[in-house]
């Protein structure tokens, strides 16, 4: 079983529309998790760090569920600019183990 | 700009030739990471420094690859005798140390270094 899975998409989306990422982990001992943002050969971008209470910024809410080991990412009113992959991030120790990411396309 | 750097941006070299990379952490950061992503992949980790010590090594690091951070501040990777399969976007990036027994703070990505074996 992979450290950290998620679905590869492509999630196709239209303008406006509500869409939710979903990414599970193995290592119940993870202690912080991120979504990080990676444009097409870019740099990943820190998206926002998830917290067990669930954290919202702006249209973008994260939640995690250490018992089910399972996190989420939520975007509503979908922008143009939102098309990328969504890296699901999982750190123990000192180390970040990411997920392979989902492809996010929004059409006009 | 005051983010995390890595020269050269691009690197195209023929199998069996030593290349080296550099990066350059934001000023501040105690914590020097490197990273391997192929395509379609994660980020995959490949070696971590707090200041010039080397703490934590993958698997993925074989004897090929060494890095070095001498002064605490700049890191390099170097990689022997290319092989086709080392073509890949090797990600530098940076943290400041944890304070307070909390996991620390998260990391921040150099532009990378896309590397291209023939």
């Known amino acids: 079983r992979k450290e950290v899975e998620q679905d590869p998409g492509p999630f196709n989306v239209p303008e406006g529309a509500t869409v939710a990422f979903n990414c599970t982990y193995s290592?119940?001992?993870?202690?912080?998790f991120f979504w990080y943002r990676q444009d097409c050969r870019k740099e990943p971008k820190l998206l926002m760090s998830?917290?067990?209470s669930g954290n919202e910024d702006g249209r973008f809410t994260a939640q995690l569920n250490r018992a089910s080991q399972y996190i989420s990412l939520l975007i509503r009113d979908s922008k143009l600019s939102d098309s990328a992959t969504y890296l699901c991030?999982?750190?123990?120790?000192?180390?970040?183990?990411f997920g392979k990411g989902t492809m996010l396309l929004v059409s006009p | 700009d005051t983010g995390v750097s890595q020269d050269p941006r691009h690197k195209i070299t023929k199998r069996g030739q030593n290349v080296t990379f550099r990066c350059d952490p934001i000023?501040?950061?105690?914590?020097l990471y490197w990273y391997r992503q192929t395509l379609g992949q994660g980020p995959e980790f490949l070696t971590y420094?707090?200041?010039?010590?080397?703490?934590?090594k993958s698997r993925l690091l074989s004897d090929r690859f060494s890095a070095e951070r001498p002064k605490g501040s700049f890191s390099t990777l170097e990689i022997q005798r290319t092989e086709q399969g080392d073509s890949a976007m090797y990600l530098c990036?940076?943290?400041?140390?944890?304070?307070?027994?909390?996991?620390?703070?998260?990391?921040?990505f150099g532009p990378g270094t896309r590397l291209l074996v023939l």
């Open positions: 990036a940076s943290s400041p140390s944890p304070t307070g027994g909390l996991p620390g703070e998260t990391q921040y």
């Open positions: 290592n119940s001992a993870s202690q912080s």
């Open positions: 998830v917290y067990s």
């Open positions: 991030v999982v750190k123990g120790g000192s180390t970040l183990t």
């Open positions: 000023s501040e950061h105690n914590r």
């Open positions: 420094f707090q200041n010039e010590a080397q703490l934590e």
